[in-house]
């Protein structure tokens, strides 16, 4: 019996940062939440430690960048997104 698609519903700050991602990085991470939404594991998705079951973290590396969404799976019948956020490589930069 295949599980039916749930719909992906955003935090307000998470669709914001997801927007503000390169085309490309946002193609490949929006696939993967529709394969959360389906009921399925993406290969970009792990559990986010400490935060509970039906937390995911999907990371992307794209040109020396990180591009982070964390969705929750077990709040009501949505897939919620709830950050979505770009992290800069350290290369370069000197801890203060």
Do not use: N, Y
Not at 3 to 18: E, I, L, M, N
């Amino acid at each position: 019996m295949m599980r039916g698609t749930r719909s992906v519903s955003w935090v307000g700050a998470a669709r914001k940062g997801f927007e503000a991602f390169p085309q490309g990085v946002r193609l490949k991470l929006a696939r993967a939440l529709c394969l959360v939404a389906e009921g399925r594991h993406p290969d970009i998705a792990k559990p986010l430690d400490g935060s509970g079951p039906g937390v995911l973290e999907l990371t992307l590396h794209h040109r020396g960048d990180a591009f982070r969404v964390v969705c929750a799976v077990r709040i009501g019948a949505d897939v919620w997104v709830i950050h979505a956020s770009q992290e800069k490589s350290g290369t370069g930069v000197g801890t203060p």
